[in-house]
């Protein structure tokens, strides 16, 4: 049997939430990524995200529902929270701010992969290590593509066309945890880093 028939390998199934604890009924959980080169001061409504460092994420904080003003470094915009979802404000190399829907996993017995491509590159995959099986393919910039896989010990990489622009080794994929790939970068110097998600109620 191959790695790729592994990861998807049917498991028994649990109905827990992903996320540990849950949003508030009226609350989502947000998080913020800075795919530029520079730290950027980040604040979501009157939730104060910190300082974010350059190809960094912060763990998902809860956020009332309602239209929220976001501010990370010197770029603005508006988010419209709904309650219970997940979202990933990314701040790009042009300054702009993209605002995802994220995908969540109800299954504990699984695990949860995101890619995420916040580069100029003008696609982003993720693969095994020696580049042999695709995971996750063909995401295009500002885009995200996610799977459901089985957990076990594996290396993974990002790649763009050929090349491998991060190589994550002896990952240990957890029963219902969930982890981001975050490609981030100009085209010709991409690169791409490992993140578990995490979540805060301060």
């Known amino acids: 049997m191959d790695l790729l028939s592994l990861l998807l390998l049917p498991v028994a199934v649990a109905a827990d939430d992903l996320y540990d604890p849950a949003p508030p009924a009226d609350a989502a959980f947000v998080r913020v990524v800075n795919a530029t080169a520079a730290a950027a001061a980040s604040r979501v409504g009157d939730k104060d995200f910190g300082v974010v460092g350059p190809a960094e994420a912060s763990p998902y904080r809860v956020v009332a529902k309602g239209e929220r003003a976001v501010q990370i470094g010197a770029a603005r915009a508006d988010l419209s929270v709904a309650a219970g979802s997940f979202y990933t404000l990314a701040l790009d190399g042009g300054g702009q701010v993209h605002a995802v829907t994220d995908p969540t996993n109800t299954n504990l017995a699984r695990t949860l992969l995101v890619l995420y491509n916040f580069s100029e590159a003008p696609s982003a ?12 393919g063909g995401v295009a910039p500002d885009g995200h593509e996610s799977r459901v896989v089985n957990p076990l010990k594996v290396d993974l990489a990002a790649f763009v066309g050929d090349q491998a622009v991060g190589t994550f080794a002896g990952l240990s994929l957890g029963r219902g945890a969930a982890y981001s790939v975050i490609v ?5 110097a991409p690169k791409a880093v490992w993140v578990q998600n995490q979540t805060s109620t301060k």
């Open 125 to 136: 995959a993720l693969k095994t290590a020696d580049g042999g099986t695709e995971i996750i």
């Open 184 to 188: 981030t970068g100009a085209a010709d």
